[in-house]
């Protein structure tokens, strides 16, 4: 009896979407974090009459024929991106992507990698680096005399001295972008990294090239819809009874056979 099996696959189904909401409902207030979708796939099919087929009673073709599925199979987990609110903090190095783009960081192993989590912070040296300590590329570094730090939309970062008028150009912030932002492969920590799917990365300055431009003194909260995870985690929930419900038939209707005599 196949439909065990089937209702197994459902039930796997059903578990790996209830996975993928709770992931989304625990990083509800995780800045910049994208919302993840689960998609998934019929499985093959056991093909007993093919359609087309010709009739052997009187040599007609058959418009339909008989194709038996047996289940489904999760074909990706795909970042939904979008653009969360911009909530104001008053950081000067909290900083906002306001439209598309990465900030890009370095990792200790020498890699990059790429964030919209803006809550930038200073390094004991002064360098602008990440809640996690990844300095910021390209690497700026804030004297320890500076009395403010003013950061435009187009990334220039200029810094307050007391004993100047004028304010000092530290360096020019820069955000990626990518052919197919949803190849790109997550690491963790509001972190992500490029991918033969996603193609390179392109840089260039906030504000050109189709690129957002920076917000000094915000945060990009979550994307994620809470009205919308709890409807699927309803829905996958039921589709999981329901799975199980068709695996107690078809263990009844085994016993049953099982009783014959």
């Known amino acids: ?61 058959l418009p339909t024929g008989i194709q038996i599925g047996l289940g489904v199979r999760p ?24 439209g598309n783009g990465y900030i890009e960081v370095t990792l200790p192993n020498g890699t990059t990698a790429y964030t919209r989590d803006g809550a930038l912070k200073r390094s004991a040296d002064g360098l602008i680096v990440t809640s996690d300590g990844f300095p910021v590329v390209p690497g700026i570094t804030i004297p320890t005399d500076a009395r403010g730090l ?38 963790g920590s509001n972190l992500f990294a490029e991918s033969p799917a996603s193609g390179a990365a392109f840089s260039g300055q906030p504000g050109l090239d189709g690129l957002g431009t920076l917000r000094q003194g915000y945060l990009e909260s979550s994307s994620v819809d809470a009205v919308r995870e709890v409807t699927e985690l309803i829905k996958a929930q039921r589709g999981y009874e329901l799975n199980a419900k068709v695996i107690t038939a078809a263990d009844q209707m085994l016993a049953a056979t099982t009783q014959v005599r």
């Open 75 to 98: 074909a990706s987990v795909t970042i939904i991106p979008g653009q969360g609110s911009l909530d104001a903090t008053g950081g000067d190095l909290d900083v906002a992507i306001d």
């Open 150 to 187: 003013t950061i435009s939309p187009t990334g220039e970062v200029w810094a307050d001295f007391a004993d100047r008028v004028d304010p000092e150009l530290l360096g020019q912030l820069t955000l990626s972008t990518f052919a197919n932002e949803k190849g790109l492969e997550a690491l």
């Open 1 to 61: 009896m196949k439909a065990l099996q089937i209702a197994a696959t459902g039930m796997a189904a059903q578990q790996m979407k209830v996975d993928v909401v709770s992931n989304n409902l625990a990083n509800m207030s995780t800045t910049g974090y994208s919302p993840r979708r689960a998609d998934f796939a019929d499985l093959s099919y056991q093909q007993m009459v093919r359609p087309g087929s010709v009739s052997a009673s009187d040599g007609s073709m």
